[in-house]
């Protein structure tokens, strides 16, 4: 049976309840109230999960901030990750830009606390941009939740928003032409033959960024990536735009084609592409456009999943974007 007792100030005056439970098998739990109601409600619905073996104990969760949560993703799962540093990123900003967020206890957090971080995200970036973070955010509490005893988690029941990824973005040769001189003015030598590269090869920027000379033939003009978003690895063949390219490029002392950082990159290719006036044009319409390039003279759906590493035929569809125009002349 709980213990309710009256707290007092150092002027005797009162200033709530104190409920105090003590039963063996059970860790022992107090905690202060305004009214003493309260108090005897919260001590009835605690012992109640006690008789019927549900209890489970909340401190953990009490004591424990969504920013800390976050920090323990951070140290010890996002390294694991292939995708860690784009993790690293979203959770970085998320930690600056969402502080009063962050300050809540994982036992206070509520759905409706993340869904309306999801209708803020919703006018400043893309659905699928905010689907994104809401799935990291909701492995960041799954991470913790057995170990500070969360019985759900709140972020399994948003809603995510409507995602219609499909894009028709193409690149025309004029609209290459502008990047490519946009692109000649990056301070950064790295950032013109990296967007070659991808125009060439259809490779994802991760990686790209992790390609090493080392996996790089270019006699038989292939690169091997041991290890890629799927998990497994891949031998992508060079164009002779592309073995060019590389030859051109001079080799770095750790072994990385491209010994630049993803936010060195990102800053880089933004300001270039809004120099040649393609604000709608995305780093990831590149992948889409090389794909759609190779399907245009002929390759199998069979040899482009080879290239781009799908395993989903579905999915490589939507990379294949063919010109109406071109189609229309292999009909006669």
Known sequence: MATITKRFNRDGELIGWQAKIRRQGFPQHSKTFDRKADAEAWARGLEGEMDRGAFVDRRPAEQMTL?????HYLD???????????????????????SALCAYALANLRTHHIEEYRDRRLDEIAPGSVCREINLL????????????????????????????????????GEEAKLLVA????????I????????ETAMRRGELLSLRWEHVDLVQRTAHLPETKNGKGRTVPLSSRAVATLEALPRSIGG???????????????????????????????????????????????????????????MLKRYTNLRAADLAKKMG
């Open 138 to 173: 909701h492995a960041v509490l799954e991470s913790v939740r057995r170990r500070v005893g969360l019985i759900e988690n709140p972020v399994s029941h948003v809603r995510r928003p409507r995602v219609d990824d499909a894009r028709d973005v193409r690149l025309s040769p």
């Open 256 to 314: 990385k084609v491209f010994p630049v950082s993803l936010d060195a990159l990102k800053h880089a290719w933004t300001r270039a592409r809004d120099r040649a006036e393609l604000h709608h044009f995305h780093f990831h319409d590149l992948r889409h456009e090389a794909t759609s390039r190779l399907a245009e003279v002929g390759w199998s759906i069979l040899e482009l999943a080879a290239v781009t590493g799908h395993q989903d035929l579905q």
């Open 192 to 199: 013109k033959p990296f967007v070659i590269l991808a125009l």
């Open 183 to 190: 692109l000649d003015s990056t301070r950064n030598p790295w």
């Open 67 to 71: 920013g800390d949560a976050i920090a």
């Open 76 to 98: 010890t799962v996002a390294p694991t990750h292939k995708g860690g540093d784009i993790e690293a990123v979203r959770l970085g900003r998320f930690k600056r830009e969402e």
